[in-house]
Each structure stands twice: as structure tokens, then as C-alpha cells.
């Protein structure tokens, strides 16, 4: 399970759902046939490990969902008698631009000369989240309506966005 850390956060979301459980496996497998479902192009998925703290922690399964050099880490997991969904969506420069990003100073000048920002890179992230978004909540909904278990206000579906606009 190869995993690399985000170069930059650009939304975070989570909700704790109080008296509920399921199995995150299902969750993982359900997510990703949504996402397959709403046709996003060049998406690929796995799973990744994220230690729980300090090198000799526990270790915490993730659902990565990637799309060129954008990246969702999904988390379930139970949470005392409760149940935790989050997501961070980053960015994960691959090939060349990784090993740019590595390189002090002259990396850094490198990647902001020629990977420039522009409005079709910051919609097609915008629209990579939101498919992303909506294949979550919609497993979630579906989860939640087999269990009895109240739905997710829009309040609670809204994510914190970062770094898009920077």
C-alpha cells in the first residue's frame, strides 16, 4: 500500500454519526462504485495506511480516489458508540513536478514559472470534489436510510475549503 502525503490541502470534511456502525470495507467498496457510476475520467482508487500518531502507532485504512495530480483520502471508522466519514482533498504532483517539489528554492521558482494556476485546473479540482463529494454522501444517505438513522443536514455536508484559491 504506497502512499505519498499531499503537497497541499485544499478541503477537509468530516461528521461523527452518534449510535451508528458499519463496516468501512463496505463503505470503501460502495464509495468507489459510486464514484465509477458518475463516469469521473482518469479516476483510479486504493487503499492507503495512515499511522494513527508516532511511527509505532496503530495504523488507520483509507480509501485514496485519484485523479491526475489530485488526491481524497476517505476515512470510516468507529468512534466510541459512534461512527466517523472524513475526507481531505490535496494535491499530489507526480513524475517531474514531485521531484521539483523537493528541491529548496530553485524547485519551488520551477513549479511556480511553469505550473501555473489557471481556471481550468481550479474547475476541474472543483469538479473532482464535488463527484467525489456527492458519491460519499450518497453511500452515506444509503446508509443511513437502511439503518434508520437520521439523514445529514446540508449544513453537516458542506466542506472546508483551503487552498484552491490561493
Known amino acids: 500500500m504506497a502512499k505519498a ?28 462504485q459510486a464514484v465509477k457510476q458518475r463516469q469521473v ?4 482508487s486504493t487503499r ?16 485514496r480516489v485519484k485523479r491526475k ?23 499530489l504532483p507526480s513524475g517531474f513536478w514531485a521531484l521539483m517539489s523537493m528541491i529548496p528554492i530553485f524547485g519551488w521558482m520551477m513549479i ?22 456527492q458519491s460519499v454522501n450518497e453511500v452515506i444517505d444509503n446508509l443511513t436510510r437502511e439503518k434508520g438513522v437520521r439523514a445529514l443536514s446540508e449544513l453537516e455536508r458542506k466542506p472546508i475549503l483551503r487552498g484552491l484559491y490561493r
Open 112 to 133: 511556480r514559472l511553469f505550473r501555473r494556476e489557471t481556471y481550468y485546473k481550479a474547475d476541474t479540482a472543483l469538479m473532482f470534489q464535488e463527484m467525489v463529494r
Open 5 to 32: 502525503k499531499m503537497s497541499m490541502v485544499i478541503s477537509h470534511w468530516y461528521n461523527l454519526m452518534e449510535n451508528f456502525q458499519t463496516s468501512p470495507k463496505e463503505f470503501y467498496a460502495a464509495v468507489e
Open 41 to 44: 475520467p482518469d479516476f483510479s
Open 48 to 63: 492507503v495506511d495512515w499511522r494513527e500518531g508516532a511511527i509505532f502507532s496503530a495504523k488507520r485504512e483509507y480509501l
Open 69 to 91: 495530480d489530485y488526491v481524497f483520502d476517505i476515512c470510516a471508522a468507529p468512534y466510541g458508540t459512534g461512527f466517523f466519514f472524513s475526507w481531505w482533498l490535496g494535491e
